[in-house]
């Protein structure tokens, strides 16, 4: 069973910076695409960021320029590095991957147990 952990959430103040991490149970070259997504509370989870098995990032505009999805094959882990932090990031991270299944036609979506950030003001 393919596992993802996220760690890295906490308490910081406006301005300030986080990194959250993602390790997971597998080669992250196993994964189609492996990102972040965000759920604020009353709201609706939103992408943050993704980076494809080639490499290529995506990112929400409301993160872009503050937010940067790397990755380190080596260590089977997923990185999301938040600077510039704002109240409104404040949200619960999850980390999430798509892998093509093996026996049959079809992706599996995976994701983690989420890591709360609180931005204060």
């Known amino acids: 069973q393919v596992q993802l952990v996220e760690s890295g959430g906490g308490l910081v103040q406006a301005g300030q910076s986080l990194r959250l991490s993602c390790a997971a149970s597998?080669?992250?070259?196993?994964?189609?695409?492996m990102g972040w997504y965000r759920r604020a509370l009353g709201k609706q989870r939103e992408l943050v960021a993704t980076?494809?098995?080639?490499?290529?990032?995506n990112y929400a505009d409301s993160v872009k320029g503050r937010f940067t999805i790397s990755r380190d094959a080596a260590k089977n882990t997923v990185y999301l590095q938040m600077n510039s932090l704002k109240p409104e990031d404040t949200a619960v991270y999850y980390c999430?991957?798509?892998?093509?299944?093996?026996?049959?036609?079809?992706?599996?979506?995976?994701w983690g147990q989420g890591t709360q950030v609180t931005v204060s003001s």
């Open positions: 980076v494809g098995r080639g490499g290529n990032t």
């Open positions: 999430t991957g798509t892998r093509i299944r093996v026996a049959t036609p079809g992706l599996d979506d995976y």
């Open positions: 597998t080669s992250i070259l196993s994964f189609l695409t």
